[in-house]
């Protein structure tokens, strides 16, 4: 079965600084997709990146990156300049293609003044 | 394009009532899922439909929940006799069939709370 691990629960940044979200999969298959989606306090859960697996090239959406390393099953999210409206719970997320995603356990992101 | 729109975003209930919730997907959209979301967890897949077929169900639809999509446009998911344990956010989502790995779009989420 795919699983999902986030290890950090919480995660602060400086506005304005930079800082990276750590995600790690389990997965058999060798052609899948990665998603960060972001669940402000509203719940509504918004799409910020996604990655195709097949693609060797990081995704990358304004201020929003990510480092995908295949071999290691590692997909990290880095956000630059960090804003106070980037506050909000992260989760990673994995699917093989029919849409039916497995979310990690979420990193909630503060953003500090 | 309105959004994905849940309906109530929120419902206390006792244990033992039965509940159903209501989810109007974006309008073009051929694919709608349901999820379950508890404190400090990502939400876990329950069930999908494309138009008005149900493809899949989770382990976690036990047969108390019952979901369905009449005319592949809004979608229900009931759930009777309720227990606490059922207490979570319920998220509906959308999407556009491709080729694979489409962006969902989420609504807002029911929040149950059993009593």
């Known amino acids: 079965a795919q699983t999902v691990t986030q290890s950090q629960p919480e995660m602060s940044v400086q506005e304005a600084e930079t800082v990276t979200l750590s995600c790690t999969y389990d997965t058999s298959e060798s052609d899948y997709y990665l998603f960060w989606y972001k669940q402000p306090p509203s719940r509504q859960m918004i799409l910020v990146i996604r990655q195709e697996a097949y693609k060797q090239q990081n995704a990358t959406e304004n201020r929003f990156s990510v480092n995908f390393q295949k071999a290691a099953k590692s997909f990290s999210l880095k956000i630059s300049d960090s804003q106070l409206g980037d506050a909000a719970m992260y989760f990673c997320?994995?699917?093989?293609?029919?849409?039916?995603?497995?979310f990690g356990t979420g990193t909630r992101l503060t953003i500090i003044p | 394009d309105t959004g994905v729109s849940q309906d109530p975003r929120h419902k206390i209930t006792k244990r033992g009532q039965n509940v159903t919730f209501r989810c109007d997907p974006i309008?073009?959209?051929?694919?709608l899922y349901w999820y379950r979301q508890t404190l400090g967890q990502g939400p876990e897949f329950l069930t999908y439909?494309?138009?008005?077929?149900?493809?899949?169900k989770s382990r976690l639809l036990s047969d108390r929940f019952s979901a369905e999509r009449p005319k592949g446009s809004f979608s229900t998911l009931e759930i009777q006799r309720t227990e606490q344990g059922d207490s979570a956010m319920y998220l509906c989502a959308s999407s556009l069939s491709g080729r694979g790995g489409e962006k969902l779009f989420f609504g807002s989420g029911t929040q149950l709370s059993v009593l």
């Open positions: 997320a994995y699917t093989f293609g029919n849409e039916k995603l497995t």
């Open positions: 439909f494309q138009n008005e077929a149900q493809l899949e």
């Open positions: 309008s073009e959209h051929n694919r």
